[in-house]
Nanobody
Framework: QVQLVGSGGGLVQAGGSLRLSCAASGRSFSTYTMGWFRQAPGKEREFVAAISWSGGSTFHTDSVKGRFAISRDNAKNTVYLQMNSLKPEDTAVYYC???????????????WGQGTQVTVSS
């Protein structure tokens, strides 16, 4: 089992940047596929990005391609989401998640962090 703690959210103006972090505790972090999801008020949860256990394969949803980048540091048990050129529509609670299976396009995750708020002002 793995416990996830997300951080790094905040208030930023449109065009700005934030980097979210998700620290994992428990064994075998390096064997998990890691992902980021977000949920805006009144909307369904959206799958944003994912990264394979080795970091060699990534997925980014179309709306964030070229602006967001997922990465991981297995030595630090941490996954990151670098968010650049932020837009008001990126405003949401962002959740990190972990899954034991392979494949960066699957949306079936086993473990979830508590969420961190990102607010982008226009």
């Amino acid at each position: 089992q793995v416990q996830l703690v997300g951080s790094g959210g905040g208030l930023v103006q449109a065009g700005g940047s934030l980097r979210l972090s998700c620290a994992a505790s428990g064994r075998s972090f390096s064997t998990y596929t890691m992902g980021w999801f977000r949920q805006a008020p009144g909307k369904e949860r959206e799958f944003v990005a994912a990264i394979s256990w080795s970091g060699g394969s990534t997925f980014h949803t179309d709306s964030v391609k070229g602006r967001f980048a997922i990465s991981r540091d297995n030595a630090k048990n941490t996954v990151y989401l670098q968010m650049n050129s932020l837009k008001p529509e990126d405003t949401a609670v962002y959740y990190c998640a972990a899954r034991q299976g392979a494949g960066v396009t699957s949306r079936a995750y086993d473990y979830w962090g508590q969420g961190t708020q990102v607010t982008v002002s226009s």
